[in-house]
């Protein structure tokens, strides 16, 4: 058992919005940075872990997007930028009130789907990135999963990621 399985967040009840309709996709601003849980597991090593997963692949919503889209603590969304996609855990905010604005830990989940492009000062843009967020049945990866998946890692190019077992937490070594 670790010290830390999900990260705290606040316990809240499905908001009932009487005057927003539900939606399926809302368009919002993405930021990304550190968090205190995320950067706790990456010094203790275990980012191969569940607990990892839980602590970074998360994305931290306001109560009132998280009732528009109908998704509760914990349910996976599907996070779209014009740089990619990724599967993460709706969780609600400590942060909140920020309506119309997520966050996603820094980490492989949001490297996914932020820019690659440095614009000369050697880091990629973190924040204020448009993004969709919606509903989705996908699940969530572990870190080696996401890198197979994402990038192609530890799986030769004629084969369906999709299909294929999970690598697990244990370290993954790619003979040559």
Not at 58 to 74: E, I, Q
Request: glycine residues 6%.
């Amino acid at each position: 058992m670790t010290y830390v399985n999900k990260p705290v967040v606040p316990r809240v009840v499905k908001l009932e919005e009487p005057n927003a309709t539900k939606r399926d996709k809302l368009t919002m601003m993405l930021n990304t940075g550190s968090d205190i849980y995320q950067g706790a597991c990456k010094k203790r090593g275990s980012t191969l872990k569940e607990e990892y997963k839980n602590v970074s692949g998360v994305c931290y919503m306001d109560p009132a997007d998280m009732a528009k889209l109908g998704v509760t603590n914990w349910d996976p969304v599907l996070v779209k930028t014009d740089f990619g996609e990724v599967v993460v855990s709706a969780a609600h905010s400590r942060d909140a009130p920020h309506e119309g604005t997520v966050f996603i830990p820094k980490g492989p989940w949001a490297n996914t789907i932020v820019s690659h492009d440095t614009y000369c000062c050697s880091d990629p843009t973190y924040k204020g990135i448009p993004c969709t967020v919606e509903r989705t049945d996908k699940k969530v990866l572990l870190m080696a999963d996401l890198m197979r998946s994402v990038y192609r890692k530890y799986v030769d190019d004629d084969v369906d990621v999709d299909e294929l077992e999970s690598l697990g937490e244990y370290p993954v070594y790619k003979k040559l």
